[in-house]
C-alpha cells in the first residue's frame, strides 16, 4: 500500500509534537507494510497533520488539536478562529480523524458528531536514562515558548515559595527571582539531559498529549501537574506523579511533598508508565487505521452511482439515460428521480426500464 503524509519528512522538524510523529511514522511504517510516497497522485491513501490545503482530497486527518475558547489565561483571538476553521474544514474530508487524547476528542464529539481514533504518541524509552539525576535535585518546566497555554507561572510561583525551578522561560512581565533558573530553548540533545536530571517535571501546560512528559517519566522522573488536558491520560495520580486541580498553587505544594516522601517507588512506576507508549506498538495502530481506511477508499472507487433528476425533460431524459447505461460496470447503480413531470417523461423512463431492468435501479413509487 502507498501512503502520503503531509508534511513530508522534509518539512519537519524533530523538535515538537507534530514532527516527532512524522518522522516516527517515516521511521516506523515501512516496516510494517507501508510504502511512503512523495507525490499524493501516486498513493492509495492520502493523510495529513492538522490542516489540509492543496490536496485533492483527504482519508486520514491526524489533529493534534484545537484552540479552546474558554482555556484559562489564553486569550482567544481571530487567528485562533481561523485556525479552527481550517482544521475542521480538513475534518470534514477525512473518512478517518486520529486525535491523541480523549480530551481533544471531546470536541470531536461534541460539536462534529463524529467518533475520531485515539492513538497517543511515543517514544524510544530505552534512549532515556534513570540514573543521571543531579545532586542539587530541581523541578523543570520546559516547554518552546511562553504564550498561549505555555505558562510558567506555576512552576515560577513554586520557586517564590522557596522549590528551585529550572525553566525555559521567565513568564511575561516577571522579574527573575531567587531558585528560577533560565536556560532558554535548546537543542534536544541538551534538554534530553536536562530532562534526564530533573527529579520532578512539572506538566501544568494544558497540552494535547504531552510527548516531553512521556520522556520525563522515561527518565524515571515523577510528574507534577494539573488534571487538565492530554496530561490526565498518561500520568497516574499517585502512581507516577501528582495531578492537582488546575491553577491550585496549594495542590501543588501539597503533591511536591507526596512526591518526595514517595520518591523512589514512583521514580520506577514512571519509567514502567512510558515503557507502554513505544513507537512500534503506536505504529501498529496507525498502520491498522491505513489499512482499514484504504478498504474504504476502494469499495468507495470501485462503486459508481450517477443520478439523474427529471423535470419535464421527456425529449432528452431518454438520451440522457442511454448515454449512461454503457459506463455501467457490475455494482454501479443509475438513479433516476422524476418530479412530478406533466409531460411524457414517466412513459419515456418507464420503457427504458423495462428494456434494461436489471442494470437500473427501481425508483421508490416504482415508475
Known amino acids: 500500500m502507498k501512503i502520503y503524509i503531509n508534511p513530508t519528512l522534509e518539512q519537519t522538524k524533530n523538535d515538537n509534537g507534530i514532527g516527532r510523529v512524522v518522522h516516527a511514522q517515516y521511521e516506523h511504517l515501512p516496516k510494517l507494510g507501508l510504502e511512503i510516497v512523495s507525490d499524493f497522485r501516486k498513493a492509495d491513501v492520502i493523510s495529513s497533520h492538522v490542516m489540509a490545503e492543496g490536496l485533492p482530497h483527504l482519508e486520514i486527518l491526524f489533529s493534534h488539536g484545537l484552540y479552546w475558547r474558554d482555556t484559562p489565561h489564553v486569550p482567544f483571538s481571530n487567528v485562533n478562529h481561523e485556525a479552527n476553521k481550517r482544521i475542521a474544514n480538513a475534518a470534514r474530508k477525512a473518512l478517518a480523524i486520529t486525535v491523541p487524547s480523549e480530551w481533544v476528542a471531546g470536541i470531536y464529539k461534541r460539536d462534529m458528531r463524529v467518533t475520531p481514533t485515539v492513538i497517543g504518541h511515543g517514544i524510544e524509552a530505552e534512549?532515556?536514562?534513570?540514573?543521571?539525576?543531579?545532586?542539587?535535585?530541581?523541578?523543570?518546566?520546559?516547554?518552546?515558548?511562553?504564550?498561549?497555554?505555555?505558562?510558567?507561572?506555576?512552576?515560577?510561583?513554586?520557586?517564590?515559595?522557596?522549590?528551585?525551578?529550572?525553566?525555559?522561560?521567565?513568564?511575561?512581565?516577571?522579574?527573575?527571582?531567587?531558585?528560577?533558573?533560565?536556560?532558554?530553548v535548546m537543542p534536544h540533545a541538551e534538554m534530553k539531559q536536562l530532562i534526564e536530571g530533573a527529579s520532578i517535571y512539572v506538566a501544568t501546560t494544558m497540552e494535547t498529549f504531552g510527548i516531553q512528559t512521556l520522556e520525563a517519566l522515561a527518565s524515571g522522573t515523577p510528574v507534577l501537574g494539573y488534571a487538565w488536558g492530554g496530561t490526565k491520560d498518561i500520568v497516574r495520580h499517585k502512581v507516577d506523579g501528582w495531578l492537582a486541580a488546575p491553577d491550585d498553587l496549594d495542590g501543588l505544594v501539597e503533591g511536591?511533598?507526596?512526591?518526595?516522601?514517595?520518591?523512589?517507588?514512583?521514580?520506577?512506576?514512571?519509567?514502567?508508565?512510558?515503557?507502554?507508549?513505544?513507537?512500534?506498538?503506536?505504529?501498529?495502530?496507525?498502520?491498522?487505521?491505513?489499512?482499514?481506511?484504504?478498504?474504504?477508499?476502494?469499495?468507495?472507487?470501485?462503486?459508481?452511482?450517477?443520478?439523474?433528476?427529471?423535470?419535464?425533460?421527456?425529449?432528452?431524459?431518454?438520451?440522457?439515460?442511454?448515454?449512461?447505461?454503457?459506463?455501467?460496470?457490475?455494482?454501479?447503480?443509475?438513479?433516476?428521480?422524476?418530479?412530478?413531470?406533466?409531460?411524457?417523461?414517466?412513459?419515456?423512463?418507464?420503457?427504458?426500464?423495462?428494456?434494461?431492468?436489471?442494470?437500473?435501479?427501481?425508483?421508490?413509487?416504482?415508475?
Request: glycine fraction near 4%; charged fraction near 30%.
Open 127 to 184: 534512549l532515556w536514562q534513570t540514573d543521571k539525576k543531579r545532586k542539587e535535585p530541581y523541578l523543570l518546566w520546559a516547554k518552546t515558548r511562553a504564550d498561549d497555554v505555555c505558562d510558567p507561572t506555576p512552576a515560577y510561583e513554586l520557586a517564590k515559595r522557596g522549590v528551585p525551578i529550572v525553566s525555559t522561560f521567565l513568564p511575561k512581565n516577571k522579574p527573575p527571582t531567587q531558585n528560577y533558573t533560565v536556560t532558554g
Open 256 to 367: 511536591l511533598q507526596y512526591i518526595l516522601d514517595h520518591w523512589r517507588e514512583m521514580s520506577q512506576a514512571a519509567r514502567q508508565r512510558a515503557e507502554m507508549y513505544t513507537w512500534p506498538a503506536i505504529m501498529e495502530q496507525y498502520a491498522a487505521l491505513y489499512r482499514r481506511v484504504a478498504g474504504e477508499v476502494k469499495v468507495e472507487s470501485d462503486r459508481v452511482s450517477v443520478v439523474i433528476t427529471n423535470w419535464n425533460y421527456g425529449a432528452w431524459v431518454g438520451q440522457a439515460i442511454e448515454s449512461v447505461l454503457p459506463q455501467l460496470q457490475d455494482g454501479d447503480e443509475l438513479i433516476v428521480i422524476d418530479d412530478g413531470s406533466t409531460d411524457n417523461s414517466r412513459e419515456v423512463i418507464r420503457d427504458i426500464y423495462k428494456r434494461a431492468h436489471e442494470r437500473l435501479k427501481d425508483t421508490k413509487d416504482n415508475i
